[in-house]
């Protein structure tokens, strides 16, 4: 177990509908980074955010958001859904970068399967 | 985009036999990064190793990188029933301020009893 959580597990909604996906980070973790997986591809980067900033983004568009808070739980939202939102949403909670551990190791969540009709 | 990729997509052996997962990247990198993931859920962290290392081992994993050219290998020996999962390599990049990390398409590995 790495301590992060997600909820909820799985989910269905319907084209052009809103999502809140979420997660809870490790103790101590201060930065969290949100991935999609497509069915038999690699996780993709979605953004990372620090200190309740976003801190880099990936190659997706705006309707993609995301929200982190003072204890560093962190929400992705996804507006307009899409049949090709369907994935698996990852969260990633990881040191920051400065200091010995220098935050290379991301700790994953279990994930939550979002399923676009 | 991905930044690198696994060879092979899929492998499977039988029980107590060693399977070994190659790993092409693109770029330079800082450090390479090993995850399994069981069923499609969440992955875990299994080694890193960084980019003045050659080799490292933890318990029955040992991975090797070079890069010269730019590839990686994952080596788990005395294989069991409950390695059987896909496996990811991962390199580091810097990007906007945010450190991300780029995934393979992995190694879907079974193995048989």
């Known amino acids: 177990e790495t301590g992060v959580t997600q909820s909820p597990t799985h989910l269905i909604k319907t084209r052009g509908q809103q999502v809140t996906l979420r997660c809870s980070s490790q103790s101590g973790h201060n930065t969290v980074s949100w991935y999609q997986q497509a069915l038999g591809q690699g996780p993709q980067f979605i953004f990372q955010?620090?200190?309740?900033?976003?801190?880099g983004r990936g190659n997706f568009p705006p309707r993609f958001s995301g929200l982190q808070f003072p204890n560093y739980s962190s929400e992705l939202n996804v507006n307009a859904l899409e049949l090709d939102d369907s994935a698996l949403y990852l969260c990633a909670s990881s040191l920051p970068l400065s200091g010995e551990n220098r935050g290379e190791t991301q700790y994953f969540g279990p994930g939550t399967r979002l399923l676009v009709l | 985009s991905q930044q690198g990729e696994e060879d092979p997509q899929a492998l499977s052996i039988q029980e107590g036999e060693n399977a070994t997962m190659n790993c092409s990247y693109k770029t330079s990198i800082n450090n390479l990064q090993w995850y399994r993931q069981n069923s499609g859920r969440g992955l875990v962290h299994l080694i890193l190793i960084r980019s003045n290392e050659r080799e490292k081992h933890s318990g029955r994993l040992r991975v090797t990188l070079d890069t010269s050219k730019k590839s990686s290998s994952l080596l788990i020996t005395a294989s069991r029933a409950a390695d059987t999962a896909s496996y990811f390599c991962?390199?580091?990049?810097?990007?906007?301020?945010?450190?991300?990390?780029?995934f393979g398409q992995g190694t879907r590995l079974t193995i048989n009893p």
């Open positions: 991962a390199t580091d990049a810097l990007y906007q301020g945010a450190q991300k990390l780029v």
């Open positions: 955010y620090y200190r309740e900033e976003e801190n």
